[in-house]
C-alpha cells in the first residue's frame, strides 16, 4: 500500500523548509486525484546564503530532477502511518504501479509451493508435523519481512507466508474431516446433515475471521514493521496446538503403525461415551464372526481403496478435471476480490472494508453446511459461476464511478 499524493525534495534541514513542504502538499492534496502531476519530480530546494534553504521560485524554467531512495517524502494519508514502499522510499521506483501485484504473485506462488510440499510432507510425516510445520513456516515468514530492509527482498520473502498460509489451511481442514465419520448424521437435526459435511465447512469460519483481523491489526498498529511483527506474535502463538492435537487415525492405519491408532480410537471412543470391543480393534479382518469386519479393518480398506484409485481413475477423471476448472475460477474470483479491496470502494475506511470482504464469507460456510448433503455436491460446485453474473452485470453501472481517494 502506497500514498497517491507525496511531494519529494533534496534533504534540508531548515525548519521553514518543511512549512514550504506542507503548503506543496496541500495544495496537490486539494487537486482531482487524475490530475497528471508527476510528483516524482523534486522541488526546487536551494541553500540560500544565509545557511537557509528552500523552494528556489528565481528561475521560471528549470532542469527537472527525479527523485530516489536519497530524497526525502512527505505524503498524504491512505491509511497507514507508513509502509514497505515508505519507509524504503520506493514511491519513484520505475515498478511503483506493479510492485502490489508483484508481492501478490510471490504470496500466491507460495501457496503453489506450499500445497504441494507440505501435502507430500503430511502424506510422508503426518498431519499433526505438517499443520505445526506450516504454523512454523508462516512464523518465520511474516516475521522476517520487516527484517530484510528492502523491498525487493520483501516481495521474494512473500513466499514463505504464502506457503505457510494455505499449508495451515489445508492440513488443518485435511485433519479435521479424517478424525470425524463420514456418514455419523449431525445430532438434533431434522434433515439429513452429516457430521463430515458440516465440520469440513465450518473449518473455514476461523479463516475468513483471521482475515478480518487484519483491518484490527492494521488499525491498532498504523506501521507496517509493528504490523507485521503483530501478525507473526499470532502465528508464534498458534503452534502450541502441537499439544492439543491429535494425529490422523486414518494415516496411522495406513502407515501401519496400528498401536497408535487403537489408542486413538480407544480415546475417542471413551469421550464419546461409547465402548469398542476388542473385535472392532481388529485390523488383519480375521473377525470372529464370519462376515463381519471390524472398525479398524475398514479405516484400513476405505484408505487402501482411495490411494489405489486416485484422483485421476476413469470413473473419476471427469469430475477431477472439472473441479480444477471450477477452482481456477473461484480463485481468480475470491483472491482478485481480497486482493483488489481498494478497488471495490465498498467505505472510505480501508480496516472497515477488509473486515467486510472477509466476513462475508462466513454466512456461506454456513448455509453450505445446512444443505451440503440435502442438495448434493453438484448443485453447490456450479453456483460460483452463477454467482459470477451479479458482480457482471453491475460492470456498466460502474464505468461512471469516479474513484475515491487513496
Not at 478424525?179 to 438434533?188: A, L, M, P, T
Not at 471412543?269 to 463381519?292: F, M, R, Y
Not at 464469507?361 to 459470477?388: C, F, H, N, Q
Request: proline residues 5%; glycine residues 6%.
Amino acid at each position: 500500500k502506497f500514498p497517491a499524493k507525496f511531494v519529494c525534495h533534496d534533504k534540508c534541514d531548515d525548519p521553514q523548509s518543511s512549512a514550504d513542504v506542507d503548503l506543496v502538499l496541500l495544495d496537490r492534496e486539494a487537486r482531482n486525484i487524475t490530475d497528471d502531476t508527476n510528483y516524482c519530480i523534486t522541488l526546487p530546494f536551494k541553500k540560500f546564503e544565509n545557511n537557509t534553504c528552500g523552494i528556489d521560485v528565481s528561475q521560471d524554467t528549470k532542469e527537472e530532477i527525479y527523485c530516489d531512495a536519497s530524497s526525502e517524502y512527505k505524503f498524504s494519508d491512505f491509511g497507514m502511518a507508513s509502509s514497505v514502499i515508505t519507509v524504503n522510499n520506493a514511491l519513484c521506483m520505475d515498478s511503483i504501479k506493479f510492485y502490489k501485484a508483484i508481492c501478490d504473485s510471490f504470496f500466491m506462488l507460495g501457496y503453489f509451493v506450499g500445497g504441494i510440499l507440505f501435502g507430500m510432507i503430511a502424506d510422508t510425516f503426518g498431519r499433526k508435523i505438517s499443520v505445526t510445520l506450516a504454523i512454523f513456516v508462516s512464523f518465520i515468514g511474516s516475521g522476517i519481512g520487516p527484517l530484510v530492509h528492502h523491498h525487493w527482498a520483501y516481495a521474494v520473502f512473500r513466499i514463505l507466508p504464502g506457503a505457510g498460509s494455505i499449508a495451515c489451511y489445508l492440513m488443518a481442514f485435511t485433519l479435521a474431516v479424517e478424525v470425524v465419520g463420514k456418514k455419523e448424521q449431525f445430532y438434533g437435526v431434522p434433515w439429513s446433515m452429516t457430521v463430515f459435511s458440516f465440520i469440513g465447512n465450518m473449518i473455514a469460519i476461523p479463516f475468513a475471521l483471521g482475515e478480518a483481523c487484519n483491518g484490527i491489526l492494521a488499525f491498532l498498529f498504523p506501521h507496517w514493521d509493528s504490523f507485521q511483527f503483530s501478525v507473526t506474535f499470532i502465528c508464534g502463538i498458534a503452534g502450541v496446538v502441537w499439544f492439543f492435537i491429535p494425529e490422523s487415525p486414518r494415516w496411522l492405519i495406513e502407515e501401519k503403525r496400528f498401536d497408535e491408532a487403537k489408542k486413538l480410537l480407544q480415546a475417542a471412543a471413551k469421550s464419546n461415551g461409547k465402548e469398542l470391543s476388542k473385535e472392532d480393534l481388529i485390523v488383519d479382518g480375521d473377525a470372529p464372526k464370519a462376515g463381519t469386519e471390524s472398525l479398524a479393518s475398514r479405516i484400513t480398506h476405505w484408505e487402501e481403496k482411495e490411494v489405489e484409485e486416485g484422483i485421476f481413475h476413469p470413473e473419476l477423471r471427469k469430475s477431477t478435471i472439472v473441479l480444477f476448472m471450477i477452482w481456477t475460477v473461484v480463485s481468480l474470483v475470491y483472491y482478485g476480490t481480497s486482493f483488489g479491496i481498494e478497488e471495490l470502494h465498498l467505505t472510505s475506511n480501508p480496516y472497515l472494508a477488509v473486515g467486510i470482504v472477509a466476513l462475508v464469507e462466513i454466512p456461506a460456510y454456513i448455509l453450505t453446511a445446512l444443505v451440503m448433503d440435502v442438495t448434493g455436491r453438484k448443485p453447490l460446485s456450479s453456483s460460483p459461476s452463477w454467482s459470477l453474473l451479479c458482480p457482471a452485470s453491475s460492470l456498466p453501472l460502474l464505468e461512471d464511478m469516479e474513484p475515491s481517494p487513496r
